[in-house]
């Protein structure tokens, strides 16, 4: 119970995601269903291909169709990355780094290099097939962590968006 109140107590003391105009604008951007309509589709793009590339690890079968996925993946990663900064920039006055989605934007960095760096190697035939799987596999961890990241803050800042409602039920 005391660790339900340090968390609560938490969420009202913690500085809001968005101010009431930030959250207008968020609300009001085409950007934001575009972000809406992108996440889960990259999400999709991603299980189908994590399921290609292992497949291809465990069996040697579907090099043709794992290495295409990844391209895909990597091709629907920079699409959500530069709606998401123009997001950012209508939202937060910024392309990328604003103060909310620091650390997010910092780890999405990692994630788009790891990609970069699959194509890079594609491109140049390094590391060989199997090495580029698992670069791969390092791209998809990295995506999962940052994907949790963006889940997580979204819950927060649908959190904090609900307190003053549940205050004003508190108070009927």
Do not use: C
Request: proline share 3%; aromatic share 10%; net charge positive.
């Amino acid at each position: 119970m005391r660790a339900m109140r340090a968390v609560r107590s938490k969420q009202t003391s913690s500085k809001p995601l968005y101010t009431p105009e930030q959250r207008a604008i968020r609300d009001s951007s085409p950007w934001t269903l575009v972000q809406g309509l992108l996440a889960p589709l990259q999400f999709l793009v991603f299980l189908v291909s994590l399921g290609l590339v292992l497949r291809f690890l465990l069996t040697g079968e579907g090099q043709a169709a794992a290495t295409v996925s990844v391209v895909v993946k990597t091709l629907v990663l920079y699409t959500i990355m530069i709606t998401g900064a123009i997001w950012e920039k209508v939202v937060f006055g910024r392309y990328l780094f604003a103060e909310a989605f620091f650390w997010e934007d910092v780890f999405s960095m990692l994630v788009l290099a790891l990609h970069t760096a699959y194509l890079v190697a594609l491109a140049a035939d390094g590391l060989g097939v199997e090495g580029r799987m698992v670069l791969a596999l390092a791209a998809y961890a990295t995506y999962v962590i940052n994907a949790t990241q963006f889940i997580l803050k979204l819950r927060a800042a649908r959190l904090q968006s609900a307190l003053p409602l549940r205050t004003a039920e508190a108070a009927l």
